[in-house]
Nanobody
Framework: QVQLTESGGGSVQAGGSLRLSCAAS?????MGWFRQAPGKEREGVAI????????RYADSVKGRFTISQDRAKNILYLQMNSLKPEDTAMYYC?????????????????????????WGKGTLVTISS
């Protein structure tokens, strides 16, 4: 069992930046960030096949968000720049031990996150206009 703990959420104005962190209690091969806004379905934001560094992003965040990892410390990051009010959501870290690059990147598809074994409790991001 891997425990995931997110941090770094907060309230910023549009155009600002935040960096989310996810500390994992153990190694996993597939790690990503998901978000859920009030009244909306959960959506995938960014995912990384930790073994080889392959990443995939939702179209809505490409060019603004960057997912990265500190493999030695088992920490996953999400650098969020040029934030918009529509980025307001609870952000969740998720992970899975499955070590398969294609499988991992497909977790970003609608409903794909359901197959990930481990989830954090979330950190709230609020962007004001």
């Amino acid at each position: 069992q891997v425990q995931l703990t997110e941090s770094g959420g907060g309230s910023v104005q549009a155009g600002g930046s935040l960096r989310l962190s996810c500390a994992a209690s153990g190694n996993t091969s597939c790690m990503g960030w998901f978000r859920q806004a009030p009244g909306k379905e959960r959506e995938g934001v960014a995912i990384m096949h930790a073994t080889d560094g392959t990443t995939r992003y939702a179209d809505s965040v490409k060019g603004r968000f960057t997912i990265s990892q500190d493999r030695a410390k088992n920490i996953l990051y999400l650098q969020m720049n040029s934030l918009k009010p529509e980025d307001t959501a609870m952000y969740y870290c998720a992970a899975d031990p499955t070590d398969h690059r294609w499988w991992c990147t497909q977790r970003l598809n609608p409903g794909g996150g359901d197959a990930l074994d481990y989830w954090g409790k979330g950190t709230l991001v609020t962007i004001s206009s």
